[in-house]
């Protein structure tokens, strides 16, 4: 629970937006290793994010990798790949394809990001080469973000890898778009222990500032009607070869 003049503060610059987002679309995709209904630290952050997102009327769905069977690979449907059940493709198109904001939320594990959370990554680049209506990669016109938590290094470490691999694949990435809490060294308190994160002003000032890029970033993209499709529009280039295991756009 954030202090009480921090939420304050925080709701006081919701309701004084002067820009309406309430068309915007968000998920944001918890790699914690924890299943439902189980306490998750990484949830506690997400929270604050979710706190700006849905305050000004953004839809936001939050969900956790490890609650569904995804099967590792880079195609878009694995079960053509020899898979029994693949969760992924329907959590695609019900939450990945409509949205305009996603968000890559991980734990740290050995000072990386989680497994499942670079498992979506992959699941993510298997839809990399789909075009959107302008025939550019389907990722163009969307925005990423990054939440990471952990009680030990590596936050930027995370980010870095995860916005990237985001930025790579045609999502934009806005201005400070990530936000990480990190406990001592060793064993300790993690995020929501003895509410130790919450009371992080420094994290909890991060957290706030990304959702609002992300927001900002998201609104004049939609308003735009994407990136300009001048120059980067993939039917102007063959790189295909069909017969090849490895795809140009992987």
Not at 192 to 215: I, P, S
Not at 231 to 236: K, L, Q, R
Request: net charge negative.
């Amino acid at each position: 629970m954030l202090p009480d003049h921090v939420q304050a503060f925080i709701d006081a610059e919701v309701a004084a937006s002067p820009t309406d987002f309430s068309d915007l679309r968000a998920v944001i995709i918890n790699g914690t290793l924890k299943r439902s209904p189980a306490e998750s630290h990484t949830d506690g952050l997400i929270d604050v994010s979710t706190r700006v997102l849905s305050g000004v009327g953004a839809r936001v769905d939050v969900i956790r990798t490890v609650d569904h069977t995804i099967p590792p690979g880079v195609y878009p449907d694995m079960r053509e790949q020899g898979w029994d059940v693949d969760d992924f493709p329907d959590l695609y198109r019900d939450l990945v394809a409509p949205a305009d904001i996603v968000i890559l939320a991980t734990p740290i594990w050995l000072g990386d990001q989680s497994s499942l959370t670079r498992l979506v990554i992959e699941r993510l680049y298997g839809h990399s080469g789909e075009l959107n209506d302008a025939g550019q990669w389907a990722y163009y016109g969307k925005v990423g973000g990054a939440i990471v938590t952990g009680n030990e290094d590596g936050g930027k470490h995370c980010a870095a890898q995860m916005l990237y691999s985001l930025s790579h694949i045609g999502f934009t990435i806005p201005p400070q778009a990530d936000a990480y809490w990190l406990g001592e060294a060793g064993p300790g308190p993690s995020y929501l222990d003895d509410n130790r994160g919450a009371q992080n002003h420094w994290t909890t000032r991060n957290t706030v500032f990304a959702a609002w890029n992300l927001l900002h970033t998201a609104r004049r993209l939609k308003d735009a009607g994407g990136l300009p499709a001048h120059g980067n529009v993939t039917d102007n280039w063959d790189l295909s070869n069909p017969t090849h295991p490895n795809p140009e756009y992987r």
